[in-house]
Antibody, heavy 117, light 110 residues
Framework: EVQLLESGGGLVQPGGSLRLSCAAS????????MSWVRQAPGKGLEWVSV????????YYADSVKGRFTISRDNSKNTLYFQMNTLRVEDTAIYYC??????????WGQGTLVTVSS | QSALTQPRSVSGSPGQSVTISCTGT?????????VSWYQQDPGKVPKLMIY???KRPSGVPDRFSGSKSGNTASLTISGLQAEDEADFYC??????????FGTGTKVTVV
């Protein structure tokens, strides 16, 4: 059974930083691209970033490009999301998702990031 | 990338059919067959219902079907059931290793 468990969310002031983690199990982690998708309170889903299975390739939505960094440690079956220069509008539940070609197959439970002074 | 456009809400009676539209552009929905749909119950995690425009993952009832014409994709729920009441989101590959989601549609069973 595929399991994805996010952690690292919390309250942070504007301009601050936070690092999210997603512990994966139940599949061959190193072979699968992984994404982060976020959902602001009461709002829709927004894809924000993807990383290849090897970690060599990373891509970002314009809304986070230059501020957030996706990475992975395949020896630990863990996905990361370093978020810097956080803004109020980054407040959201952040989901890690196992990606299949053109779709998000499995989702974690999400971790809430709140950016507020 | 602008979000794909979905109706804010649709409703139907049990047993009826409802269709949710998802309108994008020639750079996303119109350009690729990678259109997927997700059901999200309140406070829950999104669940993949349709992928590659019209394919159903194992375990998804065949009451759910997808299609696409031009820049617009559609999700149809036939034989609407009370348990189908949820938010639904479309998603399309948008090129350059990026994705765009729809604005979301609340399905109400009246």
């Amino acid at each position: 059974e595929v399991q994805l468990l996010e952690s690292g969310g919390g309250l942070v002031q504007p301009g601050g930083s936070l690092r999210l983690s997603c512990a994966a199990s139940g599949f061959n982690f190193r072979r699968e691209p992984m994404s982060w998708v976020r959902q602001a309170p009461g709002k829709g889903l927004e894809w924000v970033s993807v990383i290849s299975g090897s970690g060599d390739s990373t891509y970002y939505a314009d809304s986070v490009k230059g501020r957030f960094t996706i990475s992975r440690d395949n020896s630990k079956n863990t996905l990361y999301f370093q978020m810097n220069t956080l803004r109020v509008e980054d407040t959201a539940i952040y989901y890690c998702a196992k990606e299949g070609t053109g779709r998000f197959l499995e989702w974690g439970q999400g971790t809430l990031v709140t950016v507020s002074s | 990338q602008s979000a794909l456009t979905q109706p804010r809400s649709v409703s139907g009676s049990p047993g009826q059919s409802v269709t949710i539209s998802c309108t994008g552009t020639s750079s996303d929905v119109g350009a690729y067959t990678y259109v997927s749909w997700y059901q999200q119950d309140p406070g829950k995690v999104p669940k993949l219902m349709i992928y590659d425009v019209s394919k159903r993952p194992s375990g998804v009832p065949d009451r759910f079907s997808g299609s696409k014409s031009g820049n617009t994709a559609s999700l149809t729920i036939s034989g609407l059931q009370a348990e189908d009441e949820a938010d639904f989101y479309c998603c399309s590959y948008a090129g350059s290793n990026s994705y765009v989601f729809g604005t979301g549609t609340k399905v109400t069973v009246v």
